[in-house]
């Protein structure tokens, strides 16, 4: 880094965000946090001045909501790099995101790192559609395709509420494969991209070490609680059923059961160098994350 660059990040209390703020402050940079729920955070905000390592941290409680825009101006002031994670539970995010990116651009920020996913085709819907604006507005961009995150099997998530209550869980995956990563690697991967001296104009997958089926999680699982967790595997037109059966849209169904099948069909199995790549260490394996979070397969954190 040559310069202190002032950095915002979007959904500094979530899995990604959170690991962004941490990271950030280890550099050094200057930041502005503002929580996933779009609520002032207390502590979350972060502001340093050194370039390199801490010398002087205080607080800085950035107010933002997607649903209103006058909170957007504030937010990006005397910013000049954006870690970017589109509203949740929106139907069409590019309204709000168009008319932030422009809030930005105006008041002068040239650097955007953007979350998406490895299963959205960039111009496509939602969050592909997203990518394409920033790609489109910011200078200097880069959008993360991360593959599905390891805390779906601890947090909140179905897949871990499902684990808990019955030692189980469902999908229409199949035999196929993926690498799932550690949010707080794909965090530290974004946090190096907003420092980073070159300015990237670039996608990049973001994976774990190792590319492996449900039934090898399942293992995994089952080696840090010392009990049986069961992969029960169901084809893709079972898994819709039971999305409707419990409530969900056929449509909506039909979207949530085309995530198991992009695995299913081997299209996220492959492993990437990103995080090697910029942080200057390897992904966290599933196993070591797991032996470290393995009280939040038991009880929600």
Avoid: C
Wanted: hydrophobic share 40%; aromatic share 8%; proline share 6%.
């Amino acid at each position: 880094m040559n310069e202190t660059p002032r950095i915002l990040v979007l959904g500094a209390s979530g899995n990604t965000g959170g690991a962004v703020v941490k990271t950030l402050q280890a550099y050094g940079a200057q930041t502005s946090g503002v929580p996933s729920s779009g609520a002032p955070s207390s502590g979350m905000s972060i502001r340093t001045t050194s370039t390199k390592n801490v010398r002087s941290t205080g607080t800085d409680h950035v107010r933002f909501d997607w649903s209103a825009p006058d909170t957007y101006a504030t937010a990006v002031a005397g910013v000049d790099r954006v870690y970017l994670i589109a509203p949740v539970g929106v139907v069409d995010p590019v309204p709000p995101v168009e008319a932030f990116l422009a809030e930005a651009r105006r008041a002068g920020v040239r650097r955007t790192v953007f979350l998406s996913s490895s299963a959205v085709r960039t111009g496509g819907p939602g969050l592909g559609q997203v990518a394409s604006l920033v790609q489109s507005v910011m200078p200097e961009w880069a959008v993360l395709r991360p593959t599905w995150f390891m805390q779906n099997f601890v947090g909140r998530h179905p897949l871990a509420e499902a684990i808990r209550s019955s030692r189980e869980f469902v999908t229409a995956t199949g035999d196929g494969r993926q690498a799932f990563v550690d949010a707080g690697d794909i965090g530290a991967t974004a946090a190096a991209l907003l420092v980073d001296d070159a300015a990237h104009t670039s996608e990049f997958y973001v994976t774990g070490p190792e590319s492996i089926s449900y039934d090898d999680a399942a293992a995994v699982l089952t080696e840090a609680i010392g009990e049986p967790i069961r992969h029960v595997a169901v084809s893709v037109e079972q898994r819709v059923r039971q999305y409707v059966d419990s409530g969900y849209p056929a449509d909506f169904s039909a979207s949530l059961a085309g995530l198991d099948d992009f695995i299913r069909t081997g299209q996220n199995d492959f492993v990437a160098d990103t995080v090697n790549r910029f942080t200057g260490r390897p992904p966290r394996p599933l196993r070591e994350f797991m032996s470290e979070h393995r009280d939040k397969l038991l009880t929600p954190g």
